[in-house]
């Protein structure tokens, strides 16, 4: 069992930025990948980046490539998404997820293939 738990958002500007985190705890993390997913009101939510927890290996959505970068740190358990440069539209609540999934990153885009989730932390942008 893995547990995920979410920090780190709130409102802020256009072109501002945030930082979230996802603490992870109950198993040894070392075979998962974390995902970073959004869902805006009235919207499915999306995949945002995914990041492979051992080598460090990263894939991003169009939408936040160049923008938004997801790392971990091992020593803490913790997965990370920096965001800036941030718009209107990227106003959503944020997940973290987490799966043991073996594959090519750019294939874990789906929520259904994720096994655990955090309980999601609100981002507003304002223009």
């Known amino acids: 069992q893995v547990q995920l738990v979410e920090s780190g958002g709130g409102l802020v500007q256009a072109g501002g930025s945030l930082r979230l985190s996802c603490a992870a705890s109950?198993?040894?993390?070392?075979?998962?990948?974390m995902g970073w997913f959004r869902q805006a009101p009235g919207k499915e939510r999306e995949f945002v980046a995914a990041?492979?927890?051992?080598?460090?290996?990263?894939y991003y959505a169009d939408s936040v490539k160049g923008r938004f970068t997801i790392y971990r740190d091992n020593a803490k358990n913790t997965g990370y998404l920096q965001m800036n440069s941030l718009k209107p539209e990227d106003t959503a609540v944020y997940y973290c997820?987490?799966?043991?999934?073996?594959?090519?990153?750019?294939?874990?885009?789906?929520?259904?293939?994720?096994?655990?989730w955090g309980q999601g932390t609100q981002v507003t942008v304002s223009s």
């Open positions: 997820a987490a799966a043991n999934f073996r594959g090519v990153l750019r294939l874990a885009t789906r929520s259904q293939q994720y096994d655990y």
């Open positions: 109950g198993r040894t993390f070392s075979n998962y990948i």
């Open positions: 990041i492979r927890w051992s080598g460090g290996s990263t």
